[in-house]
C-alpha cells in the first residue's frame, strides 16, 4: 500500500507559479500511473493532470493546457505539478492519487490519496 503526502501550495498572485510535489512511501511510486485533481469549495472533484508508471504518457484538462506540467521522478518517489500563469479559478485543494494501472481522468479509478495542498490565486 502506498502512502502519498503533498506539498507546495500556497498563496501567488494572478500569474505567478507553484510547483506541487507528492511524494509517496510504503512502495515505490513506478508501481502505480498517478494522477494530480483539484476541489474547489462547493465543487466537484475535478482531473487535472495525469502521467502514465514510466512518465512517457501524460494528460491535461483542457483549462490548464500549456500553463500546468506534470512530471515525475521515479527514484525520488516523487510527483510534480509545476503550474504556471496561475488564474484565480485554479484556486482549489490539489491533490495527488495514484492507481496500479495505466492512468484516469476519473477520480472513482484511483485508489490512493494524499491529504491535500491549498492553492490560492489572488486577482
Known amino acids: 500500500q502506498v502512502q502519498l503526502a503533498e506539498s507546495g501550495g500556497g498563496l501567488v498572485q494572478a500569474g505567478g507559479s507553484l510547483r506541487l510535489s507528492c511524494v509517496a512511501s510504503?512502495?515505490?511510486?513506478?508501481?502505480?500511473?498517478m494522477g494530480w485533481f483539484r476541489q474547489a469549495p462547493g465543487k466537484e472533484r475535478e482531473f487535472v493532470a495525469a502521467i502514465s508508471r514510466s512518465g512517457l504518457i501524460t494528460n491535461y484538462v483542457d483549462s490548464v493546457k500549456g500553463r500546468f506540467t506534470i512530471s515525475r521522478d521515479n527514484p525520488k518517489n516523487t510527483v510534480y505539478l509545476q503550474m504556471n500563469s496561475l488564474k484565480p479559478e485554479d484556486t482549489a485543494v490539489y491533490y495527488c492519487?495514484?492507481?496500479?494501472?495505466?492512468?484516469?481522468?476519473?477520480?472513482?479509478?484511483?485508489?490512493?490519496w494524499g491529504q491535500g495542498t491549498q492553492v490560492t490565486v489572488s486577482s
Open positions: 492519487a495514484a492507481r496500479a494501472v495505466g492512468t484516469s481522468a476519473n477520480p472513482g479509478a484511483y485508489g490512493y
Open positions: 510504503g512502495r515505490t511510486l513506478d508501481n502505480y500511473g
